[in-house]
């Protein structure tokens, strides 16, 4: 038997957030609240992993759609909204670090956001990006992993993952750019905004094909 939120009749279903019932109870419309409900607790958006989620929800922010934005003020959004934030990521996760500072012997680096996940035992790396993602971002997100496998991963610790976290996704990156062989890199399309049940049908098909055609690359 499923509980139901006291106020508002909506199931309360282990798979979903709080952030996922707050949108919910914002839906006037039943019919329409019970399919986000459903396509969130049977997809957590999409099939691909039950820990990097795609896409990604953030209507939280409180960014304006219709107003330009920085990486440094998506970056600072977030962080003021980190525990929803840590929510909609997945499972699992800890906040280690925001800019985290890499020195070798030739330059410095600095890494947008670092988490920890204890579920999967390894750091989670995300590059935020306020643009659709392109080979270039791809290329400094594998720099990233081999820089924090070699200059941060203790011991016991598995393989670090990296997430370039942008406003769109492109199939050809996903099927031609090492993000078609590298298994510990992914791309995760965030929105700001609630979308309309047909339009969000439509993005998690979407996001699903573009997976698929990075999957059979790898073949």
């Known amino acids: ?6 106020d508002d009749g909506i199931p309360m279903l282990p798979q979903l957030s709080w952030m996922h019932y707050e949108s919910l109870m914002r839906v006037a419309d039943e019919k ?7 396509e969130a607790a049977a997809e957590q958006w999409e099939e691909k992993s039950q820990f990097i989620k795609n896409p990604m929800i953030v209507e939280f922010l409180g960014l304006n759609q219709d107003a330009a934005f920085t990486e440094s003020s998506l970056e600072n959004a977030i962080l003021t909204h980190l525990q929803k934030f840590l929510m909609e990521m997945g499972k699992g996760y800890a906040l280690v670090s925001r800019q985290q500072h890499i020195h070798t012997e030739d330059d410095d680096y600095y890494i947008d956001l670092v988490f920890y996940n204890y579920l999967l035992k390894c750091f989670v790396l995300v590059d ?3 643009r659709k993602i392109s080979y270039e971002d791809v290329g400094q997100m594998d720099m990233y992993l081999k820089l924090y496998d070699g200059y941060k991963r203790s ?8 997430i370039v976290l942008c406003s769109d996704t492109n199939a050809d990156v996903a099927k031609f750019s090492t993000l078609a062989t ?4 992914y791309a995760a399309k965030y929105l700001i905004y609630m979308p309309s049940k047909e339009a969000l049908a439509r993005e998690i098909e979407m996001q ?9 690359s790898r073949k």
């Not at 590298?182 to 890199?185: A, E, I, L, V």
């Not at 699903?208 to 059979?216: D, L, V």
């Open 208 to 216: 699903k094909e573009i997976f698929e055609k990075r999957g059979k």
């Open 155 to 162: 011991e016991g610790d598995n393989p670090t993952i990296g």
């Open 1 to 6: 038997m499923v509980a139901k939120l006291k």
């Open 32 to 38: 329409a609240r019970m399919w986000y409900m459903q």
């Open 128 to 130: 935020l990006k306020t």
């Open 182 to 185: 590298n298994k510990r890199m």
